[in-house]
Antibody
Framework: EVQLVESGGGLVKPGGSLRLSCAAS????????MNWVRQAPGKGLEWVSS????????YYADSVKGRFTISRDNAKNSLYLQMNSLRAEDTAVYYCARDPGDSGSSYFDYWGQGTLVTVSS | DIQMTQSPSSLSASVGDRVTITCQASQDISNYLNWYQQKPGKAPKLLIY???NLETGVPSRFSGSGSGTDFTFTISSLQPEDIATYYC????????FGQGTKVEIK
């Protein structure tokens, strides 16, 4: 069974940093692209960042470029999101999502349960 | 950046009704378009990929069509368990979601 479990969320002050993790199991992690998608309270979905299976290709939404860094450790079946210079508008539930994008089509076929990040003084 | 415009933003329909949601891209995205369902407090669920392909295990009352800039998502016979917010998402250039359509029962 495919499982994605996020952790690392919490309350942080504006300007602070946080590192999110996503532990993957039930599939060959090293064969899939992975993504972070967020959802502010009561709002819609916003794609944040993606990383290809071998970390060769990394992309960011303009809203987080230069502040967030996505990475992965295929040996540990884990995905990460380092978030620096956090702002109030980064407050959201952060989901990790699997993407078979390396093989052509791209879609988010499995999602974690999400971890809440709250940026507030 | 590619913008995705969904309509309507919300709708109310009766059980058994046919429900249609549209999604318009700001530029040609071929068929690089996916549809998701999100129920309150839950993670989104993939329903349709590449504009018209039904994800495994998803009921056949859900369907998608379109290419280029105009896409349609249809529920052929609305069921009570279909109450949710539906999102389109493009992957032609980066990834962008539509703003969502909230579906309620009348």
């Amino acid at each position: 069974e495919v499982q994605l479990v996020e952790s690392g969320g919490g309350l942080v002050k504006p300007g602070g940093s946080l590192r999110l993790s996503c532990a993957a199991s039930g599939f060959t992690f090293s064969s899939y692209s992975m993504n972070w998608v967020r959802q502010a309270p009561g709002k819609g979905l916003e794609w944040v960042s993606s990383i290809s299976s071998s970390s060769s290709y990394i992309y960011y939404a303009d809203s987080v470029k230069g502040r967030f860094t996505i990475s992965r450790d295929n040996a540990k079946n884990s995905l990460y999101l380092q978030m620096n210079s956090l702002r109030a508008e980064d407050t959201a539930v952060y989901y990790c999502a699997r993407d078979p994008g390396d093989s052509g089509s791209s879609y988010f076929d499995y999602w974690g349960q999400g971890t809440l990040v709250t940026v507030s003084s | 950046d590619i913008q995705m415009t969904q309509s309507p933003s919300s709708l109310s329909a009766s059980v058994g009704d046919r429900v249609t949601i549209t999604c318009q891209a700001s530029q040609d995205i071929s068929n690089y378009l996916n549809w998701y369902q999100q129920k309150p407090g839950k993670a989104p669920k993939l329903l349709i990929y590449d504009a018209s392909n039904l994800e495994t295990g998803v009921p056949s009352r859900f369907s998608g069509s379109g290419s280029g800039t105009d896409f349609t998502f249809t529920i052929s016979s609305l069921q009570p368990e279909d109450i949710a917010t539906y999102y389109c998402q493009q992957y032609d250039n980066q990834r962008t979601f539509g703003q969502g359509t909230k579906v309620e029962i009348k």
